[in-house]
């Protein structure tokens, strides 16, 4: 098999990599000290010094759903991909929490069939509503990312669209709160996004987000069909903010159980099951994703998700041999060729 | 069917989850927010009890409370009124606790926990007695509770048979054996509700000269019950819990810096034999009244250990059980299983047999935390683990031992526990210099195997939970220097094989070696702070003290 990104991680083991967490020395938004530690994992051990922990339990989290319990049809919508972070979230939301969601799930049309399946199983198991929106409206500025050999990574115009698509749901069913499945290394700011913002702030997504910023600066501008398209992801909060006060939350931020025991859980009961092809390791993601990776490693050297992972391995809450091991590149150019036929394009 | 049972706002806020009648879960407030003795509204112990019952907030089927507020509220509003006006300063600082939260428990549980639920309040004492009869091995019981004050009560004694309870009698606030420690223990230079187990090491340093003026300040009536001499005290008129005749009496108060003199031993010890004096004289009554030879005690006075032996030894009861909670986090338990047991009347299905009902960690997590904190590890085989730390202990070095699921009560017993080698004279100097920092006179407990506590001890009695003190015997006080108080005795641990295999297979390898069946057992903490709950609190003490090994479940850190 022809291991795509194997000159990439050729091109990661040459590069200088953080001793502590696993990201590469991308300056001048990521540079190690002489000790081989990144200026993010110094930054982070000051503010958690000078914060010391902070300590969010399962009754905070309850207390801000009582807050909307039965205030509306719904009493929260989950963004449910079908992998194991959201699947959980549904199933805490309706059996842990006993809360009347909305299931919505989109497919901009290269969803996985595992993924629809663990989907599927769940609404059904679970009794919810559930909505399911398929669309092509993002194959256009997909295909211009990879033809033009953009910067832009994919998954971040793909999130501010769904994002912005998920308020658009809640506010046309007046639902009050919008439930994620992201876990503690994929917000910076906690508890609630809606409040704080999101993490393509971190300086670790600089480089990234500016690319995406130029690329949809320019290209909304040239295509109608894109005109009202959010630039950002903040764009997208203020929008929601003047459309619905609803916030977004995810039980993981507040469970103190391990993604084991709730893949355990989901399989039992939901009839779950982890995704045949996936990057990173046992993670459920669109075909895109492989793309999406694919080029963040050829332009920064890592991706969305080694940033996910070094922030976990920060606050203790998985190990960096392990984040190695489960980021290691593991797909061929026969797949990223069979997806990008969708969007005509082919990687030599 | 699942209860939740609350202790708070005065001090050693608890939580504990009973379902279908069997304690699932049990932890100390203090344990998480790492505020010693916290007061506060057990918040993490209640989600942690929820999450390790693996039950969801909806599933509580009831809430119970420790003791009656209105009630208690009265005694507040009336003592503050009779002591008026030196009352009033005092009446100003505690009444806007009363207002915020005290009084309004089922609206902060709305708050805090979205419960709308019934919530149900037991009498303090009551829950006291539930917590020790409730779970003791026992049918028929008498029962004997004291403590500082719960409502008005501050001693009961009844009976309990089956799943029922009887108060006999009460003796009421101010009349308080428990805030005469405490009173003597400030007026000692120690803080009140800490310092009380130091007055009870220091009594061992002293000659029990001032017993004559302690029967002065208190009347003790032939029936047993006794009477405190109120010119003497000074429970709400201010700072002290001690007047100025207190003073004259037994002359100046020791500050909390001040030298140790021969004088504040002589009044521990004193003070000391006053007590178990007294609590042997209504132990007795008791015994008459109920004619059963099972004693069950609660209440933060039987925490003394050297007054539990005493009361053992010296009274027809032949068998005593104390509840390893015995002080006011255990009013969560009694509380809860007073209603399933009691009051819905369901049989008794559960008996304590151990006290490990706080939350544990897996080895994932402790790597975890170990890979965060940078620190090298080595992985071990329990076998190999319990040779090779039982060698380590043999050549004096100081052990930080983690396992498995964090103690419910004051003492460790094993799980979270500082150990070191019993053998060496010198080890109380060597903790005390390295980890601990306590005052000298303060002694190390021994952990002994149990079958063979009597060898080494004058026990005729298991002591499961570290609330018995006997002497040692004779002729193995050589043996055991480390853990030998001046006056000859040592607070014992008797570790059963069932209830903590791993540790009685780490003493017992240390027996291999040494020849001895015992460990010096402290608690892991540094002075000033709460047991240790978590890995992380565990390698931050470590990383903090001159501990040379920490063991976190099988995963052995050497100190560089």
Redesign the interface.
């Known amino acids: 098999m022809d291991i795509i990104g194997q000159e990439n991680i050729n091109q990661m083991n040459t590069q200088k990599i953080c001793q502590?967490c696993v990201l590469p020395e991308n300056k001048p938004d990521v540079w190690l000290n002489e000790r081989k530690i990144c200026n993010i994992c110094i930054e982070y051990e000051k503010t958690k010094s000078a914060q010391g922990d902070n300590?969010v339990?399962?009754?905070d989290f309850?207390?801000m759903?009582?807050q909307y319990k039965g205030k509306a049809k719904y009493d929260c919508l989950v963004m449910c991909s079908g992998g194991k972070d959201s699947t959980s979230a549904l199933y805490y939301m309706k059996?842990?929490?006993?809360l009347n969601p909305l299931a919505f799930t989109f497919d901009h049309g290269f969803e996985t069939e595992d993924a629809m399946e663990n989907v599927r199983n769940a609404v059904e198991t679970l009794g919810v509503d559930f909505l399911f929106f398929k669309t092509d409206f993002m194959k256009d500025m997909f295909s211009e990312i990879l033809k033009t050999n953009s910067k832009a990574v994919i998954c971040h115009p793909c999130s501010i669209w769904y994002m912005g698509l998920t308020f658009d749901m809640a506010a046309r069913f007046n639902i009050p709160i919008i439930i994620a499945g992201w876990t503690k290394g994929q917000s910076t700011k906690q508890p609630t996004m809606s409040k704080c913002g999101c993490n393509i702030h971190q300086k670790e997504f600089y480089a990234m987000a500016k690319s995406t910023r130029e690329f949809l600066d320019s290209y909304t501008k040239k295509h109608s069909k894109y005109k009202n398209f959010s630039k950002s992801m903040e764009e997208v909060l203020i929008r929601a903010k003047k459309k619905n006060k609803c916030i977004v939350l995810s039980p993981h931020w507040f469970?103190?159980?391990?993604t084991m025991a709730y893949v355990e859980i989901i399989k039992k009961e939901l009839k779950w099951k982890p995704p045949r092809l996936s990057y990173p390791k046992k993670t459920t993601n669109c075909y895109l994703n492989f793309i999406s990776v694919y080029n963040s490693m050829k332009h920064y050297g890592y991706t969305h998700y080694h940033v996910e992972a070094s922030k976990l391995?920060?606050e203790?809450?998985?190990?960096?041999e392990e984040a190695l091991k489960s980021l290691e590149i593991n797909f061929d150019k026969e797949l990223l060729n069979k997806i990008a036929k969708k969007l005509d394009y082919r990687f030599d | 069917m699942n209860i939740l049972g609350i202790s708070c706002y005065y001090h050693d806020a608890a939580a504990c989850l009973i379902s279908n009648g069997k304690l699932v879960a049990a932890a100390q407030e203090e344990r998480f927010s790492r505020i010693k003795n916290s007061l506060d509204f057990p918040i993490n112990a209640i989600n942690y009890c929820i999450q390790a019952g693996e039950i969801t907030f909806s599933d509580i089927d009831c809430v119970v409370f420790y003791e009656k507020p209105f009630l208690k509220f009265s005694r507040v509003v009336i003592s503050h009124l009779k002591a008026y006006p030196f009352s009033f300063k005092n009446f100003l600082e505690t009444m806007p606790n009363w207002l915020k939260d005290r009084l309004i428990t089922p609206l902060v549980l709305k708050k805090e926990i979205g419960y709308k639920g019934r919530v149900l309040f037991i009498k303090h004492h009551l829950s006291h007695a539930a917590s020790s009869f409730l779970v003791s091995p026992f049918e028929k019981a008498a029962i004997l509770t004291a403590d500082g004050v719960g409502e008005w009560a501050t001693m009961t004694y009844g009976v309990g048979q089956g799943n029922q309870i009887t108060i006999l009698k009460e003796i009421c606030y101010p009349d308080s054996l428990g805030l005469l420690y405490t009173a003597v223990t400030t007026y000692l230079g120690f803080r009140p509700l800490r310092g009380e187990g130091k007055v009870m090491g220091l009594a061992g340093c002293g000659k029990s000269r001032y017993v004559d003026k302690f029967r002065k300040i208190v009347q003790v009536r032939p029936d047993g019950s006794f009477r405190l001499d109120q010119r003497y005290f000074g429970f709400n008129k201010g700072l002290r819990m001690y007047s100025v005749k207190f003073i004259r009496l037994f002359g100046r108060a020791r500050s909390p810096e001040g030298k140790i003199e021969e004088r504040h031993c002589d009044i521990a010890a004193s003070l000391q034999q006053f007590i178990e004096e007294i609590l042997v004289g209504i132990v007795r009554q008791l015994y008459n009244k109920t004619k059963n030879d099972n004693l069950c005690l609660a209440g933060g006075l039987f925490l003394n250990c050297v007054a539990n032996h005493r009361i053992l030894k010296e009274t027809p009861f032949k068998n005593i059980f104390v509840q390893p909670a015995a002080g006011d986090s255990g009013g969560a338990l009694g509380a809860a299983l007073y209603v399933y047991n009691t009051i819905l009347k369901n049989s008794r299905n559960y008996v304590m047999h151990h006290a490990y009902f706080g939350p544990d960690f897996s080895t994932a997590q402790i790597k975890m935390a170990l890979l965060k904190h940078g620190l090298s590890f080595r992985e071990i085989n329990n076998q190999l683990l319990f040779k090779y730390i039982a060698r380590e202990l043999s050549q004096d070095k100081i052990i930080g031992w983690f396992q498995g699921r964090m103690e419910f009560g004051p003492r460790a017993l094993g799980n979270r526990s500082i150990l070191a080698n019993p053998c060496n004279p010198d080890i109380k100097e060597l903790l005390n210099s390295k980890v601990k920092k306590r005052e000298s006179f303060r002694p190390y407990a021994p952990a002994v195997l149990e079958e063979k506590a009597q060898e080494f001890f004058e026990l005729q009695h298991l002591s499961p939970f570290m609330l018995l003190a006997a002497k040692v015997r004779a002729d193995k006080k050589n043996l055991i220097p480390g853990v030998i108080h001046v006056d000859g005795s040592a607070r014992v641990q008797s570790v059963n094989k069932d209830a903590n295999s791993k540790f009685w297979y780490l003493i017992k390898e240390f027996e291999n070696i040494t020849g001895v069946p015992i460990l010096v057992n402290t608690s892991f903490n540094l002075k000033g702070e709460p047991i240790v709950c978590t890995p992380e609190d565990a390698i931050k003490c470590f990383q903090r003290s001159e501990m040379d090994y920490l063991v976190l479940e099988n995963c052995v850190v050497e100190k560089k």
């Open positions: 502590r300590k339990l399962e009754t309850i207390k759903l009582n059996r842990r929490y006993k469970l103190p159980f391990d391995i920060r203790g809450l998985l190990s960096r």
